[in-house]
């Protein structure tokens, strides 16, 4: 018998959670204002996804999913993308949202049930919030074949959960994108849980990012509390399909923070040990420690940020609120071209009528 093939996934780490530099920074790391720029982001995020939940537990925002934790996936995903590229996204990346251009006021708006919050003025190319798990994995890959049909240097970048990569769509998705070898990026971000299902529990797969492999896809490994490792990987892997030379999966290992959304109370099924365990290897306070080591940043700098994103969250905020509910019998507008008999009963009804 003879081994006529071997596998290997790569994992990489640049900053370890102590803020101590584990590898040679890459080019873009080396300059401590890159990395403020995505502090900043990061610390925006953290500030808008506490003032969300504080909304919706005043009974001023609808169910909400929080990215407390995520922030480095989203900042590394965000900044690396170009403008013209496609993000297809799930309820967990806000923050990519945000640095792609839309407003807090239209993310608050999604979250308050407002049909306007997917209609975000920019980017206007890419894909309203999926939260039918995987399903949008096809659709990145229906997206980067037309890319690719049209020769366009564009990538879409489809982001997804340790969850949805046990579905079927995620699968066929992947196949097809290896077979034809398009211009898509594929982000599992490995928050360790799918609701109160953990990650080991989900698959006997001892990375994610193996599941790539069987697609023929290269499948790689990074630390998503990492904001460079992210970046680099994305920076990589965009700039290989935009050359012409396919997928890339990049799994990153992070952690839900949070409860699943405010809906669910994580504390009946996750041990609190394990998330105290989690909250020392958060995002923010690694790059913090190693912007501070290099002389970039200061308690006076980041006061001042602080304050900086309160501000324009509670700007956003009031904004949001300011804004008139939409009609009730609008939500029977948007689905068919002619409504069905039982459906006008209900909206008649809806209109007192
Ligand atoms: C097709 C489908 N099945 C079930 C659900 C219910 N559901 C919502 S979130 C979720 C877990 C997803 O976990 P993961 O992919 O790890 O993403 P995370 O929530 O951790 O970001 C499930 C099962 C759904 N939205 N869509
Ligand atoms: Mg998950």
Same mark, same amino acid.
């Not at 894909?127 to 995987?134: D, K, N, R, V």
């Not at 994995?137 to 020769?151: C, D, E, I, Q, S």
């Given at each position: 018998?003879?081994?006529?093939?071997?596998?290997?996934?790569?994992?990489?780490?640049?900053?370890?959670?102590?803020?101590?530099?584990?590898?040679?920074? +890459?080019?873009?790391?080396?300059? +401590?204002?890159?990395?403020?720029?995505?502090?900043?982001?990061?610390?925006?995020?953290?500030?808008?996804?506490?003032?969300?939940?504080?909304?919706?537990?005043?009974?001023?925002?609808?169910?909400?999913?929080?990215?407390?934790?995520?922030?480095?996936?989203?900042?590394?995903?965000?900044?690396?993308?170009?403008?013209?590229?496609?993000?297809?996204?799930?309820? %967990?990346?806000? &923050?990519?949202?945000?640095? %792609?251009?839309?407003?807090?006021?239209?993310?608050?708006?999604? =979250?308050?049930?407002?049909?306007?919050?997917? $209609?975000?003025?920019?980017?206007?190319?890419?894909?309203?919030?999926?939260?039918?798990?995987?399903?949008?994995?096809?659709?990145?890959?229906?997206?980067?074949?037309?890319?690719?049909?049209?020769?366009? +240097?564009?990538?879409?970048?489809?982001?997804?959960?340790?969850?949805?990569?046990?579905?079927?769509?995620?699968?066929?998705?992947?196949?097809?994108?290896?077979?034809?070898?398009?211009?898509?990026?594929?982000?599992?971000?490995?928050?360790? =849980?799918?609701?109160?299902?953990? %990650?080991?529990?989900?698959?006997?797969?001892?990375?994610?990012?193996? #599941?790539?492999?069987?697609?023929?896809?290269?499948?790689?490994?990074?630390?998503?509390?990492?904001?460079?490792?992210?970046?680099?990987?994305?920076?990589?892997?965009?700039?290989?399909?935009?050359?012409?030379? &396919?997928?890339?999966?990049?799994?990153?290992?992070?952690?839900?923070?949070?409860?699943?959304?405010?809906?669910?109370?994580?504390?009946?099924? %996750?041990? +609190?040990?394990?998330?105290?365990?989690? =909250?020392?290897?958060?995002?923010?306070?690694?790059?913090?420690?190693?912007?501070?080591?290099?002389?970039? =940043?200061? #308690?006076? #700098?980041?006061?001042?940020?602080?304050?900086?994103?309160?501000?324009?969250?509670?700007?956003?905020?009031?904004?949001?609120?300011?804004?008139?509910?939409?009609?009730?019998?609008?939500?029977?507008?948007?689905?068919?071209?002619?409504?069905?008999?039982?459906?006008? #009963?209900?909206? $008649?009804?809806?209109?007192?009528?």
């Amino acid at each position: 018998m003879t081994v006529i093939a071997r596998f290997e996934v790569r994992h990489s780490q640049f900053l370890d959670e102590h803020g101590e530099i584990a590898a040679p920074l +890459p080019e873009f790391a080396r300059d +401590p204002q890159n990395l403020i720029a995505l502090y900043r982001w990061m610390v925006l995020m953290r500030a808008y996804d506490a003032k969300a939940i504080a909304l919706q537990r005043t009974g001023q925002l609808g169910t909400f999913a929080s990215l407390l934790g995520q922030e480095a996936v989203n900042a590394g995903v965000g900044s690396a993308m170009a403008e013209d590229d496609v993000f297809l996204m799930t309820y %967990r990346e806000n &923050g990519v949202q945000m640095m %792609r251009g839309v407003t807090i006021k239209e993310l608050f708006l999604y =979250w308050g049930g407002d049909e306007r919050g997917s $209609a975000f003025l920019t980017p206007r190319r890419d894909f309203p919030i999926c939260i039918t798990i995987a399903a949008h994995v096809t659709h990145a890959v229906g997206a980067a074949y037309a890319m690719k049909l049209r020769r366009e +240097p564009r990538v879409a970048v489809c982001a997804l959960g340790d969850g949805a990569t046990s579905k079927g769509d995620f699968h066929e998705g992947l196949n097809a994108a290896g077979a034809w070898t398009l211009p898509v990026v594929f982000v599992v971000t490995n928050n360790q =849980w799918a609701i109160s299902v953990p %990650r080991g529990t989900q698959s006997a797969a001892r990375t994610l990012a193996q #599941k790539a492999i069987a697609a023929g896809i290269e499948g790689l490994q990074v630390d998503g509390n990492d904001v460079i490792a992210v970046r680099h990987a994305m920076d990589q892997a965009l700039a290989k399909a935009r050359g012409g030379g &396919g997928p890339t999966l990049i799994e990153a290992l992070t952690y839900r923070l949070s409860d699943h959304t405010t809906a669910d109370d994580a504390t009946r099924y %996750r041990n +609190p040990d394990e998330v105290a365990e989690a =909250w020392k290897n958060e995002p923010l306070q690694r790059l913090r420690t190693h912007l501070t080591a290099c002389g970039a =940043w200061d #308690k006076g #700098k980041e006061d001042a940020l602080l304050k900086h994103c309160n501000e324009k969250v509670q700007a956003a905020a009031q904004a949001y609120l300011d804004i008139p509910a939409p009609a009730p019998e609008q939500i029977f507008d948007h689905l068919y071209a002619t409504l069905p008999a039982a459906l006008q #009963k209900q909206r $008649a009804e809806a209109l007192g009528e």
